[in-house]
Every structure is written in C-alpha cells, then in structure tokens.
C-alpha cells in the first residue's frame, strides 16, 4: 500500500534552517507529482510547494518561494523541502503528499489533486 513518512522537523529560531524529508513506499515514485503542505492550529491547510516527476516543474506558494526549495530524488523514493530564512509563521505540521497524476498542473493550490498524504513532522519556529 501507499505509504508516506515525513521526518526532519523540529524548533528552530528565526533565521534558521531545515530540511524536511518524505519516504515513499508502495508504489511507482518516480510516476507522480508530489508536494508538501502545512496547518497551523486553527487554519486550514495550504500549499506550499509541489515538484513535478523528474523534478522540470516546481510550483511555490508566494510566502515561502525564494526561502524553500523543493526537491526529490526518484532513485531514493524520498521527496524534499529545505527550508530556509525561517519565520514564526513558518511554524506548523508539514505533511508530504502524492498527487494524482504524472503533473502538478495546478501546483497545490487543490487539496484534492493530492490522493494519499503522510502523517506530517512538526516544525517550530520561535521569534
């Protein structure tokens, strides 16, 4: 079955760095689009950065795009997100998800172009 495991978050001050991880099993990785989101307490979650198959096409969300850089690596089945200049409001659960095509034509500005997703890390990010 489809399986998704994010690891890498943690608390880190403003300013700092992460880089966030999501193993992939049970199925052909390197066939779809992936992303990532996050929630906040009390938020919905959003989108924030989506990469297509091979890694030609990469779409970010206008609040971290130049501070994250998505990436995946088909031979590891592992997906991405370095996190860079990190804010306060950066904080949140991260969750990796699979889409449900071969292209993140929409980026992830549409939950449901996303099928399976991870059971998220938590990042902290204090002032």
């Known amino acids: 079955q489809v399986r998704l495991v994010e690891s890498g978050g943690g608390s880190v001050q403003a300013g700092g760095s992460l880089r966030l991880s999501c193993a992939a099993s049970?199925?052909?990785?390197?066939?779809?689009?992936m992303g990532w989101f996050r929630q906040a307490p009390g938020k919905e979650r959003e989108g924030v950065a989506a990469?297509?198959?091979?890694?030609?096409?990469?779409f970010y969300a206008g609040s971290v795009k130049g501070r994250f850089t998505i990436s995946r690596d088909n031979a590891k089945n592992t997906l991405y997100l370095q996190m860079t200049s990190l804010k306060p409001e950066d904080t949140a659960m991260y969750y990796c998800?699979?889409?449900?095509?071969?292209?993140?034509?929409?980026?992830?500005?549409?939950?449901?172009?996303?099928?399976?997703w991870g059971q998220g890390t938590q990042v902290t990010v204090s002032s």
């Open positions: 998800a699979r889409g449900r095509y071969t292209l993140c034509g929409r980026g992830t500005s549409q939950l449901f172009d996303y099928d399976y």
């Open positions: 049970g199925y052909t990785y390197s066939s779809y689009c």
């Open positions: 990469v297509d198959t091979y890694g030609g096409n990469k």
